[in-house]
């Protein structure tokens, strides 16, 4: 919808290390990125590089802006612009910033500040894995078409975004989350310790009997691939375990909102290892007390990277039938299916897409 929209907005790459500001039209990049250090341990550096950065960014336009739109770590009040509670990367911000009307007020614009994962997911929804998706089915002959999509990130932890109909999901309270579902494993721990960069470590330096070891998730699985020295099996099954504790997460999330899965992030590098185990957990089953089979996921799941498996998801089991008193017929799929997909935009284009989207579908609600 706002691909081709000539509206300008000015967005930022929020990192505990560093802030990369730009500027998106349509859903492409027009200026150079600027970067500076985040100094996120001293609010008022933080702050006055914040608005540094943005007016570097404004400076190299030609026309005016119309929005500030990005992603900053949580928890926050999302809708407010205030950011406050327990983040690592940015303690200086642990008693509550007023961020958005901060900025709002230096710049004159409207400002909007979201969760990575809900932008990701949204941004994808918008620009990347959906209307992909659809499009191709229409071009094989599908009927279908998709509206629900949940993001996941994979890396320090596990995010996730929800769009629903279309719209992003920003729940009641901007607080849609998985990483504190159960653990598969271990149920008393949130599953974020079996789906993250340091569950891969921990798991290779148990497996390995070496817990102080250095590699990085990377080198793992270079590791897995033949390519470094080390445990290959172990390298294998760490990437398996993360595969199979996440989609236990995930068979939760997609039975309740019955949405299609993108993935993105770092660790998506090695989704060969990772995506088995993962499919495996989301097509297992359950049983009644009576002993009847059910399926986890209410859902047939298809993996939408392998082309055999997205021709069967598009096809389903479509057949005609008869209307009752008629010679006419409809055509019936009762095949009901969801899919997982590896983002093609990479997380963090995807992120910025679905901060312009947010923000200039905002403006435009605003205006009706």
């Known amino acids: 919808m706002y691909k081709s929209d000539n509206r300008i907005v000015i967005t930022l790459d929020a990192g505990g290390t560093n802030f990369v500001f730009s500027a998106m039209r349509g859903y492409d990049f027009i200026v150079e990125p600027v970067t ?58 642990r008693d509550g910033v007023a961020l958005g009307p901060f900025l709002s007020r230096h710049f004159g614009l409207p400002v909007f500040i979201n969760n990575d994962g809900d932008l990701f997911a949204f941004g994808e929804a918008a620009g990347g894995a959906l209307p992909d998706l659809n ?13 629900n999509l949940l993001g996941y990130t994979f890396g320090t932890g596990l995010g996730i975004g929800s769009v629903i109909n279309g719209e992003l999901n920003l729940g009641n309270n901007s607080c849609v989350e998985t990483f504190c579902l159960p653990n598969k494993r271990l149920r008393e ?34 590791i897995a691939e033949g390519e470094k020295e080390g445990d290959a099996e172990a390298a294998r099954k760490a990437f398996e375990m993360f595969g199979e504790i996440a989609g236990d997460a995930f068979a939760t999330a997609v039975t309740l909102t019955d949405s299609l899965i993108v993935l993105g992030g770092g660790l998506t590098g090695a989704i060969k290892y990772i995506k088995p185990a993962l ?21 047939r799941v298809f993996d ?6 997205f021709a069967k998801f ?26 997982i997909v590896v983002s093609k935009l990479g997380a963090s284009k995807a992120i910025s897409i679905g901060a312009y989207v947010y923000a200039l579908s905002s403006i435009d609600k605003e205006e009706l």
């Open 279 to 299: 499919l495996k957990e989301l097509r297992s089953s359950l049983q009644t007390m009576t002993g009847e089979t059910v399926q986890r996921v209410q859902m």
């Open 304 to 309: 939408l990277d392998d082309e055999l498996e």
């Open 189 to 222: 721990i949130i599953v974020e310790e079996g789906a993250s960069i340091r569950a891969i470590k921990r798991e290779y330096g148990k497996l390995t009997g070496n817990p102080e070891h250095d590699f990085t998730p990377y080198d793992i699985f270079l």
């Open 36 to 93: 500076y250090p985040s100094n996120s341990h001293d609010l008022d550096l933080c702050l006055s590089t914040m608005v540094k950065g943005f007016e570097e960014v404004i400076g190299k336009l030609t026309e005016k802006p119309v929005a500030i739109s990005f992603a900053f770590p949580g928890p926050a009040d999302y809708r407010a612009g205030i950011i406050g509670g327990y983040l690592p990367n940015f303690p200086s911000f």
């Open 135 to 147: 499009r191709r089915i229409k071009e094989l002959g599908g009927s279908r078409q998709y509206s």
């Open 314 to 339: 598009v096809v389903g089991d479509s057949r005609q039938i008869p209307v009752y008193g008629s010679d006419e017929t409809v055509t019936y799929d009762p095949m009901k299916r969801t899919g």
